[in-house]
């Protein structure tokens, strides 16, 4: 059974001297490998990425009124 940890999907890879787009590439190609072998790091991300969206739209909607009578005294 080979190693196919260190292995990537594109050939240009391993090349020294890479164009920007397949350097972007060879490094989604790493990102997508340890997210598949070792998917705790971005479920973590997940789940504090949507409490944080849920606390911004709580802040949000919140109630202002109180805050808009107290700067307008006349």
Same mark, same amino acid.
């Given at each position: ?15 020294? +001297? ?5 350097? $972007? ?7 997508? *490998?340890?997210?598949?072998? =070792? ?10 990425? +949507? ?5 911004? $739209? ?7 009124? *109180?805050?808009?009578?107290? =700067?307008?005294?006349?």
């Amino acid at each position: 059974m080979e190693n196919n940890k260190n292995k990537s999907t594109f050939e240009y890879c391993g090349n020294e +001297v890479k164009t920007l787009k397949e350097s $972007f590439n060879c490094q989604q190609d790493k990102l997508h *490998g340890s997210v598949v072998e =070792n998917p705790l790091g971005f479920i973590i991300f997940y789940v504090f990425s +949507v409490f944080f969206i849920a606390i911004l $739209f709580q802040l949000s909607t919140r109630n202002m009124k *109180g805050k808009g009578k107290k =700067n307008k005294r006349s």
